[in-house]
């Protein structure tokens, strides 16, 4: 099925006691990828959950599994969440000291490497590293916990970053997490994300396979 953005429900919504459950669910609902929210107390005060996990899961789920470490020094734990089965691997641009080298290196280890930035961050942290990247994040709330409202001025920050992935002939997509509902999702796709992210405002609104027609309704 064509689709017009891919939707990437965040599992931090959902009912830890039954992941196996929901990732059969989202995948018979007819989604194509699942957000892992990985925090480690320190990037960010929450802690989530860790490669065994996922690596338990994987098994369980044909999802693309899009990782996003909010740990600090990410490079630490490439290799695990890759090993565990992350397809897309996520860091933050303000966690790497070293941010082309773990880059790289994601690549490397076979993940396609993605980049996160808060919402203070500027784009020209990732002006230069724009042609190595599959993606890049863009957080429209500050990270750490769900259910928070999308920071208005991040719209144009999507737009601009679209832009500028345009001027470069960049293939880089662009993901966006944080207060994403369907009432913001066409201004979204419209500025040029490619990948939403969702937390609360999906899992908290079964059918998964009727939430989701919702989404791709509202740019219909």
Excluded at 41 to 49: A, C, D, E, K, R
Excluded at 125 to 134: A, M, R
């Amino acid at each position: 099925m064509s689709t017009p953005f891919i939707l990437s429900p965040s599992l931090l919504s959902s009912d830890f006691g039954r992941l196996r459950e929901e990732l059969t669910a989202l995948e018979a609902a007819g989604l194509e990828w699942v957000h892992w929210d990985v925090m480690d107390g320190q990037f960010v005060p929450n802690i989530t959950l860790g490669p065994p996990i996922i690596k338990a899961l994987r098994p369980a789920s044909r999802l693309v599994f899009d990782v996003h470490l909010m740990v600090e020094a990410p490079e630490r734990y490439l290799e695990s969440f890759i090993d565990a089965g992350a397809d897309v691997l996520t860091v933050h641009a303000e966690a790497s000291t070293h941010l082309d080298r773990t880059v790289t290196e994601i690549a490397r280890l076979g993940a396609k490497p993605a980049v996160a930035l808060n919402p203070h961050t500027p784009l020209d942290v990732v002006e230069y590293l724009l042609p190595k990247l599959y993606m890049v994040l863009i957080m429209t709330v500050n990270p750490g916990f769900g259910g928070q409202s999308f920071i208005p001025y991040c719209l144009d920050k999507v737009r601009e970053l679209s832009d500028m992935i345009t001027k470069q002939n960049a293939s880089t997509i662009i993901e966006v997490d944080g207060g994403v509902t369907p009432e913001n999702t066409a201004e979204l796709i419209n500025a040029g994300a490619n990948v939403l992210v969702s937390g609360s405002a999906f899992f908290g609104h079964p059918p998964y396979d009727e939430r989701l027609k919702t989404f791709y309704s509202a740019i219909a």
